[in-house]
């Protein structure tokens, strides 16, 4: 069974950062596409990030364009969200989504591309 675990998130101040890690299990790791999701009481999950299973194509949201980075190491099954100057309108409860693919290539933006999603680990950032 698909296991994936969220952690890294926390409390911090605008313009810090934080790195998310998702520890994937119970999958071949290298024919899943990740992404990044989050999402906040009383709205839909929004797509943070993306990644392809080879980590050849990332894809971004375009509010965080320029200060997250997506990443992901196949030999440690993780995948990885490092967020740089973060701001208010960035806390959220952040999940991990997992997606078998066919293409080494491809990552997917939607959350219904989806098969496999962690709990989710909170970020808040102050003002």
């Known amino acids: 069974q698909v296991q994936l675990v969220e952690s890294g998130g926390g409390l911090v101040q605008a313009g810090g950062s934080l790195r998310l890690s998702c520890a994937a299990s119970g999958l071949t790791f290298s024919v899943y596409a990740m992404g990044w999701f989050r999402q906040t009481p009383g709205k839909e999950r929004e797509f943070v990030a993306a990644?392809?299973?080879?980590?050849?194509?990332?894809y971004y949201a375009d509010s965080v364009k320029g200060r997250f980075t997506i990443s992901r190491d196949n030999a440690k099954t993780s995948v990885f969200l490092q967020m740089n100057g973060l701001n208010p309108e960035d806390t959220a409860l952040y999940y991990c989504a997992a997606t078998p693919s066919s293409s080494g290539n491809y990552a997917y933006t939607r959350p219904t591309d989806y098969r496999a999603w962690g709990q989710g680990t909170q970020v808040t950032v102050s003002s």
């Open positions: 990644i392809s299973r080879s980590g050849s194509t990332t």
